[in-house]
């Protein structure tokens, strides 16, 4: 078995240290991890281990950098060895394996396998989802919150943060805590709900018997997800209104966007507003299609309409 990871290294593996910026995760403490059901093995275990028992108990969701530090505390400790500068970019069927197209550091290179596991997260079944209003601006402009941003270069500068999830809110929060002088965020709703993470899909019972549920009733728990949105938690809400440079705007979608040398010029409603950047924090798209290594056999991946 070869684990393969197109990142440079543990560090820039996955959301946690890279595209994520909450100060604790959104899910409750008490989901099941990587631990397979060895006790020994959970975050729990892990921090109880470094910290005590009292402060596991004192915190009521994982701090995420804490949680980054135990994956790769576990995948040291089980000597998980993964290839990191590996990346798949297509799978070719033969009778009866696959052939596998990597490019390792860069160097196209094949290998064979008979059995493949995808756990390519959320942005890599589409991608980054980019509002047309955006798109026709010089890329220097904008970024999604799956990039990386240099917030340090926000300072003083005006932001526009366009979309409503927690992902939003967690940019506006760090381009104010870098000293942007202000930060608006746009969102198409007209209230922000911000539920409890526990009502929505927090339950560890849920999650451990997913798996065994008819796909019939799976596929309603994620439609009834996606009809819900992306909610910010309430500490994600509190650390942005705690600045009073920052602005919401409810039922303000943009209409059109320009630039005028490198400010951003924006019609929103019957406002216009000017710019130093925009963040899209738009979320993701789902399309197999568009990925390269799922897109020959995309048309077999089943998915589904929500309107
Ligand atoms: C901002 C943000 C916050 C989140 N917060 C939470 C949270 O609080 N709680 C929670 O449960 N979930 C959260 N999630 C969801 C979270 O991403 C998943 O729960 C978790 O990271 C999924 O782990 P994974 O190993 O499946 O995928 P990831 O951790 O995303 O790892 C996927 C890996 O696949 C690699 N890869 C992809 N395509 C290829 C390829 N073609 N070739 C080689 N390598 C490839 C990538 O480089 C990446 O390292 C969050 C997601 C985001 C984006």
Not at 191 to 210: H, Q, T
Not at 264 to 290: H, L, M, R, S, W
Request: glycine share 6%; charged share 20%.
């Amino acid at each position: 078995m070869t684990v393969i990871d197109e990142a440079l290294d543990g560090v820039h593996a996955g959301v946690w240290l890279t595209r994520a910026r909450m100060k604790k995760l959104r899910t409750p403490k008490n989901l099941p991890g990587p631990e397979l059901g060895i006790p020994a093995l959970s975050f729990q275990a892990w921090y109880e281990a470094r910290h005590g028992v009292e402060a596991y108990a004192a915190i009521d969701r994982i701090p995420r950098v804490a949680w980054a530090e135990y994956l790769i505390w576990y995948r040291h400790f089980l000597g998980i060895p993964v290839r990191y500068q590996t990346k798949l970019v297509r799978i070719e069927p033969d009778a009866d394996f696959f052939r596998l197209h990597l490019e390792v550091n860069g160097v196209a290179q094949v290998e064979t396998t008979r059995k493949i596991i995808f756990a390519n997260g959320v942005a890599d079944t589409g991608g980054p989802n980019i509002p047309p209003v955006l798109a026709s601006l010089p890329r220097t402009l904008y970024a999604h919150t799956a990039d990386t941003i240099d917030f340090n270069n926000l300072r003083d500068k005006t932001v526009a943060v366009l979309g409503a999830t927690a992902s939003a809110f967690d940019a506006a929060g760090v381009a104010l805590e870098s000293g942007a002088k202000a930060v608006h965020l746009f969102a198409r709703r007209t209230a922000i709900a911000s539920l409890p993470v526990n009502r929505l899909r927090g339950y560890p019972g849920a999650y451990y018997n997913y798996p065994q549920l008819p796909d019939a009733d799976r596929w309603f728990q994620a439609w009834r997800f996606h009809q819900v949105g992306s909610t910010p938690p309430p500490d994600a809400i509190e650390r942005v209104i705690a600045f009073s440079n920052f602005h919401l705007h409810l039922s303000a979608p943009w209409k059109s966007a320009h630039n005028q040398g490198d400010r951003i010029v924006a019609q929103v409603n019957d406002d216009v507003f000017e710019f130093d950047f925009a963040i899209a924090g738009t979320g993701y798209f789902v399309d197999p299609t568009k990925r390269p290594e799922l897109a020959e056999f995309a048309h077999h991946i089943a998915l589904m309409t929500c309107s």
